[in-house]
């Protein structure tokens, strides 16, 4: 994280009450800084990116899953099972859309949220960790940068509740959400 | 805090944080009554409910002992006044008086301007937030 950082983060969250005011204000900046530094290449990202990058707030949503593969299990006429456990079903007509390689799903309210990424060739998807992950673990602050060297390649930085930071090096990524009850009904 | 009707006076907390003691603005007003066109910095609580663009849109004027009550019921409540200190102060009280503890989140970038910073319990549970105003943001 460039911007959204977990020092800053936690002088948000500090005991001391004029540094969490200072931390506010310093807040709103990186808000501005990394809205003026998007604009630099906003028109390079593609478009589930741009989108992420613009539109989404995923704040407080609930991480089902973050998996350093494509964990399709099965398919089920138009449902595919992901991990975790128990399996998140996804219909088909999502996960077709891209060849994944990183699937992370979310739960906002009665929504799942689904991110594919199509990663860069021979790089990993970095997960800095440093305690066991919660039983539940919450998004909290995300940004998308470009690399500082290959064109069109770029980072998905994103810190969850547990403080890890999962930084993900992808080219493409395509971003759905539907509500999970209605689309099991409405295919029967 | 020139006009405030309110004082400042520390308590310490005994959350499962445990970050010791904590400021709150206590009403005073009956022995400092604000002079007429004062700015009025003693926050005020209400109750809340979100808008679009992330907008925190007030309620009915509520005390502290029934923001705590709405937020054991993981309703929403909004801190309001000029003075951004006191009421990230009091918004972290009701949370922990509330449900035990408190944890302070910016607005996330796409949140939306009218979107607020907020307390929540560690565990976020129960949901609602009890968000509060800065020198920047205020609610609706």
Redesign the interface.
Known sequence: MKF?TLDL?HR??S?D??E??R???D??DA?VR??NYLQTYRDELPPGAKKLA???????AEVLGRDFEYLATGFLSSWVNVLPQPPVQIPYTIVSQMPAQLVIILRVADEINVILYSLWNGTEPKLCEDRPTPN?L?W??D?IVPDQERPRHFWHSILF?DESTLEVPFIDCVYLKFDAERERKSKG | MEGSAGCLHTAYSDGPRG??P??AWCNMSSANPPSAGAVQAQPLIYEASLGGQ?AVVKGNQISQAQAESLRKQGKEVVVCGPD??AN??LAKQIERNANGSD??????????PHAL?HC?PI??HPAGHTFYE???RKAV
């Not at chain 2, 944890?103 to 939306?112: F, I, S, T, V, Y």
């Open positions: 959204f983060y948000f969250n005991p009450v004029d969490a005011v931390a506010d204000a807040w709103e808000i990394y809205k613009e539109e989404v707030n995923l704040h407080d539940r919450y909290l602050y940004e509740s | 970050r010791g904590t400021e992330g951004h200190k990230l102060t944890q302070l989140c910016g607005p996330h970038k796409n949140a939306g910073p929540h565990g976020r800065t020198d920047k």
